[in-house]
């Protein structure tokens, strides 16, 4: 086999033939067991002087010649780049390329004991590829205010507290901060030290209102974040007007936004809800005292009792009729809550001018008369329906008897008179009904056509005539006897005067120039249009 090899490479030049002899020796070698040697004689160069001990033992970090997977007998011996790795941390965790690449890639071997095998350069390095991002101001600091001489660049802090503990304002409450675990970028910003981004909220103690404002230190003397009282007692003692009166739990009626704005929720809290003038009073003008150990009754009387104008006589239901809005002004409604509803001059009266006494014990009557008896003009001639007539917006006013339901409806002219005009006192029912009783004085015929004026005169006008001579009577007038009046034949009283159609001569003998020859008929012969007329007799 030797020999066909050397005939093969005999044709070529002396670098191929040198090459062709190497591996021939190597597996030679190979099979007799002497790898390490051969490997120790054909090594390219000599290993940087941190491997130098390990020069002679190739196994170390290499496989057999020509295969791949050296990288995982580098990280056996390098365990903490290893565990980079494993974990994404670090350079060789996150940056692209090197957790799944071969080690040798970057790191070139056998360069000679001075070679720099990491090759790293501080001022080309993406610090975004390692587990401390530079933000804020640490963008403009130089690498070796950080990363300390003789210490691996690995081996530089991420602690905040490692490069800033001189600039640490917290003092001895520092070791506190750092027991709790707390990092200075859960308050501090990489932008500017004196910058604070620290969410109060995650302490389990919300800011709000005017705490929001407010600086640290006000509440936090001395630097003194731990073990600060979260009671509002704690820090507004020196605020209680109270004196320790209502307790110690200030946030049942104040709030943040306003110590003097009382957030406590009397209407929900309480079985008392406040309306009206009620919201307007200070606490302290109901509760003199603790208002967790004193009971305030609830009753209207109870605060009240001195403004009762009634003396005791309207109970102790206040609120039935009065309001929160104004004690003054009365809510009861006269007209919903009871069978009497007020009405014109009843509802500008106050309620004593009627409840005399105790207003639940005596009981008022709603009749007219039970009040106004002493107001009756009529001395009861009327009865005691006084409703009938008069009304509550006056008691002499609109008065609303209903005439035309008695013997004597009122029309024409009487609809317009006044009652006093026929009602000359107020005993109406003793007002007679005949004409002759008010108009006697207007009677031009002086009581000879009787007393029954309604025959011949309307209530509308006394001159307007409704008699009909023709119809109602057996003497038709006719001719001049239509234009003469009444009395010229009725000169008698009416009850007389019937005889007058027994013939011309009872009213015209004196004008009968027959002396009677021709008889009581003139009408034989004449008419009534002039006597001087003969009729065609013949």
């Given at each position: 086999m030797w020999w066909w090899c050397i005939s093969i490479k005999s044709t070529a030049n002396q670098t191929a033939w040198s090459v062709g002899l190497a591996i021939i020796i190597f597996l030679a070698f190979s099979i007799t067991g002497q790898a390490d040697i051969i490997e120790t004689l054909i090594m390219p160069g000599k290993v940087v002087a941190a491997h130098k001990k390990y020069e002679s033992e190739c196994a170390r970090c290499?496989?057999?010649?020509?295969?791949?997977?050296?990288?995982?007998?580098c990280l056996s011996c390098h365990k903490h780049v290893a565990t980079d790795v494993r974990n994404r941390r670090g350079f060789h965790g996150k940056a692209p390329g090197v957790r799944t690449g071969e080690c040798r890639t970057c790191h070139t071997e056998h360069i000679g004991r001075q070679g720099d095998i990491v090759k790293f350069a501080p001022q080309s390095f993406n610090h975004q590829n390692a587990d401390f991002h530079l933000t804020g101001a640490h963008q403009q600091v130089s690498c070796n205010a950080c990363h300390k001489a003789k210490l691996k660049y690995r081996d530089a802090s991420t602690q905040c507290l490692q490069c800033h503990r001189k600039k640490n304002p917290h003092g001895d409450n520092l070791k506190k901060i750092e027991k709790k675990s707390q990092s200075c970028v859960a308050c501090h910003t990489t932008a500017n030290w004196q910058e604070i981004r620290f969410k109060h909220k995650t302490t389990g103690y919300k800011l709000t209102g005017r705490h929001k404002n407010i600086i640290c230190q006000a509440c936090h003397k001395n630097d003194r974040f731990h073990d600060t009282v979260k009671t509002c007692y704690g820090c507004h003692q020196i605020n209680d007007v109270h004196k320790g009166g209502q307790g110690k739990k200030c946030q049942d009626c104040h709030n943040p936004s306003a110590w003097k704005k009382i957030a406590f929720n009397h209407d929900k809290k309480t079985k008392f809800p406040l309306r009206g003038k009620h919201r307007q009073e200070s606490?302290?003008?109901c509760h003199k005292g603790d208002p967790k150990k004193e009971k305030l009754k609830t009753t209207c009387v109870s605060c009240h009792r001195q403004d009762d104008v009634h003396t005791t006589r309207f109970g102790s239901k206040c609120d039935k009729c009065h309001s929160e809005k104004r004690w003054d002004k009365n809510r009861?409604?006269?007209?919903?809550?009871?069978?009497?509803p007020l009405k014109g001059r009843h509802a500008d009266q106050k309620c004593l001018a009627c409840h005399k006494g105790n207003i639940y014990k005596d009981k008022l009557k709603t009749q007219c008369y039970a009040c106004h008896q002493f107001d009756d003009a009529h001395d009861g001639k009327?009865?005691?329906?006084?409703?009938?007539c008069h009304s509550e917006t006056g008691w002499s006013q609109n008065v609303v008897f209903e005439h035309d339901a008695t013997p004597f409806p009122l029309m024409g002219l009487h609809a317009v008179t006044p009652c006093e005009g026929c009602h000359l006192n107020t005993k109406y029912q003793s007002t007679k009904r005949e004409c002759l009783a008010c108009h006697k004085s207007k009677d031009i015929h002086k009581g000879t056509m009787g007393k029954k004026c309604q025959l011949c005169h309307t209530p509308n006008a006394w001159g307007i005539w409704v008699f009909n001579h023709d119809t109602q009577t057996d003497f038709k007038l006719s001719g001049k006897h239509r234009k003469i009046s009444c009395d010229k034949c009725h000169y008698k009283p009416l009850g007389t005067m019937k005889s007058i159609i027994d013939g011309c001569s009872s009213c015209h003998s004196g004008d009968d120039v027959h002396h009677g020859q021709f008889g009581a008929n003139c009408q034989r012969c004449h008419t009534t249009e002039n006597f001087q007329d003969l009729k065609d007799f013949h």
């Amino acid at each position: 086999m030797w020999w066909w090899c050397i005939s093969i490479k005999s044709t070529a030049n002396q670098t191929a033939w040198s090459v062709g002899l190497a591996i021939i020796i190597f597996l030679a070698f190979s099979i007799t067991g002497q790898a390490d040697i051969i490997e120790t004689l054909i090594m390219p160069g000599k290993v940087v002087a941190a491997h130098k001990k390990y020069e002679s033992e190739c196994a170390r970090c290499h496989k057999k010649l020509g295969t791949k997977g050296d990288s995982k007998l580098c990280l056996s011996c390098h365990k903490h780049v290893a565990t980079d790795v494993r974990n994404r941390r670090g350079f060789h965790g996150k940056a692209p390329g090197v957790r799944t690449g071969e080690c040798r890639t970057c790191h070139t071997e056998h360069i000679g004991r001075q070679g720099d095998i990491v090759k790293f350069a501080p001022q080309s390095f993406n610090h975004q590829n390692a587990d401390f991002h530079l933000t804020g101001a640490h963008q403009q600091v130089s690498c070796n205010a950080c990363h300390k001489a003789k210490l691996k660049y690995r081996d530089a802090s991420t602690q905040c507290l490692q490069c800033h503990r001189k600039k640490n304002p917290h003092g001895d409450n520092l070791k506190k901060i750092e027991k709790k675990s707390q990092s200075c970028v859960a308050c501090h910003t990489t932008a500017n030290w004196q910058e604070i981004r620290f969410k109060h909220k995650t302490t389990g103690y919300k800011l709000t209102g005017r705490h929001k404002n407010i600086i640290c230190q006000a509440c936090h003397k001395n630097d003194r974040f731990h073990d600060t009282v979260k009671t509002c007692y704690g820090c507004h003692q020196i605020n209680d007007v109270h004196k320790g009166g209502q307790g110690k739990k200030c946030q049942d009626c104040h709030n943040p936004s306003a110590w003097k704005k009382i957030a406590f929720n009397h209407d929900k809290k309480t079985k008392f809800p406040l309306r009206g003038k009620h919201r307007q009073e200070s606490c302290q003008s109901c509760h003199k005292g603790d208002p967790k150990k004193e009971k305030l009754k609830t009753t209207c009387v109870s605060c009240h009792r001195q403004d009762d104008v009634h003396t005791t006589r309207f109970g102790s239901k206040c609120d039935k009729c009065h309001s929160e809005k104004r004690w003054d002004k009365n809510r009861f409604s006269h007209s919903k809550d009871t069978k009497f509803p007020l009405k014109g001059r009843h509802a500008d009266q106050k309620c004593l001018a009627c409840h005399k006494g105790n207003i639940y014990k005596d009981k008022l009557k709603t009749q007219c008369y039970a009040c106004h008896q002493f107001d009756d003009a009529h001395d009861g001639k009327q009865g005691r329906e006084c409703n009938q007539c008069h009304s509550e917006t006056g008691w002499s006013q609109n008065v609303v008897f209903e005439h035309d339901a008695t013997p004597f409806p009122l029309m024409g002219l009487h609809a317009v008179t006044p009652c006093e005009g026929c009602h000359l006192n107020t005993k109406y029912q003793s007002t007679k009904r005949e004409c002759l009783a008010c108009h006697k004085s207007k009677d031009i015929h002086k009581g000879t056509m009787g007393k029954k004026c309604q025959l011949c005169h309307t209530p509308n006008a006394w001159g307007i005539w409704v008699f009909n001579h023709d119809t109602q009577t057996d003497f038709k007038l006719s001719g001049k006897h239509r234009k003469i009046s009444c009395d010229k034949c009725h000169y008698k009283p009416l009850g007389t005067m019937k005889s007058i159609i027994d013939g011309c001569s009872s009213c015209h003998s004196g004008d009968d120039v027959h002396h009677g020859q021709f008889g009581a008929n003139c009408q034989r012969c004449h008419t009534t249009e002039n006597f001087q007329d003969l009729k065609d007799f013949h």
